[in-house]
């Protein structure tokens, strides 16, 4: 019977289901990480196409691995955790010898080229709220507002606009009882010198052009930034300090030994020293975090065109991103650009929104003030 209903269960089914069922507890997401190595015996070595919006502007492919190599670093994924690690690693001298990055489709496939587009402070545990030590929450929201200006001074320095904003972001409080736990929030963390706020509602709505939200917490050092030209930016900066990046070149095997031995499908071998696993959800194709990851969806859909008469109905004159904490669904407005937006929906993260200065917007629901599209 098992048998039946996995033949009659297609994988993609699964993993929806399991990614709802996830979404709303810790023990939903302990429950899949225990049973999908059961229930998905054999992962398949398929790698969906990024056909995102943001993908339009990824650049372009590097030919495959033709050759056994041998390398003093190998970095298995090209997104932007598998780039900037590769780039680092020899812009600071770390590694002076062979540094090599083989990703399985091409740079920006995963993650990294299909997301909401924002650049925040801290990680996504301790944004816009503090753990039990305040003095590492702050050591890593510092470090993290610094990334997000030498993001910025990399642009510049290889002149390569990847729209990188860093203007802040608001999180919202949606309703009267969020605005004490907002202003509690703010007086804690600015005792312990963070540079937030508290915003009243009559400020919010100047700056966001609604009247849905009661006040905000709003961070400095927070932004946007076009994914697709920031995995540009990073694979143009990872090339220029001489790491040699071959795309649509997949890893099938990590073998360990004296010198860990990567076999790849078209037959090749990287022979190296050390192994930078950088492949996210994607680790478990390679047998790596079966049991420590949970699969989840993102939606993106985009706007026609939008008139200026509708971009002033929107009242969004700050450009502010801003973001309400979601239990289960989420959504991300972004502008992508001119006349047009994009927005995200993911379980379970938080909600996030920006003017669409450019004309456009990216939406899962339709942002405030704005009429519904294509007019009726």
Known sequence: MAENVRKKSSRRRFLKT????GAGSAAGAVAVNAVSPYVLPEERRVFEPNHSYWARALPPVN????????AEVAVIGGGFAGLS????????????????LLEAERCGNGASGRNGAMILTSTADRYMQLSGTPELDKRIYDLTAENIREFKELSATLRMDTEIEQNGALQ?????????KARDYVERARAANFPCEFWEKE????ALGTQAYEGACF????GQV????LVGLFKAATESVGVEIFEQTQVLHVHEGERLALTTRNGRTVRARSVVLATNAYSSKLGFLRRAATPVF?????TAPLSDAELSALGWKSRLPSARPCPITAETWVPISRRRSSSIGRPPMRCLSVNPSRNSMAMKATPPNLPPWPPR
Request: proline share 7%.
């Open 203 to 206: 400020k919010v709505v100047e």
């Open 298 to 302: 993102d939606y993106v859909r985009i």
């Open 18 to 21: 399991t990614a709802i069922a």
């Open 219 to 222: 961070d400095p050092n927070s």
């Open 226 to 229: 076009h994914p697709g030209k």
């Open 63 to 70: 030919p495959p691995l033709q050759q056994d190599l041998e």
């Open 172 to 180: 919202v409080c949606n309703a009267k009882e969020d605005v004490e």
């Open 85 to 100: 690690t590769a780039y680092y690693l020899r812009k600071d001298g770390a590694i002076k010898g062979r540094v090599v």
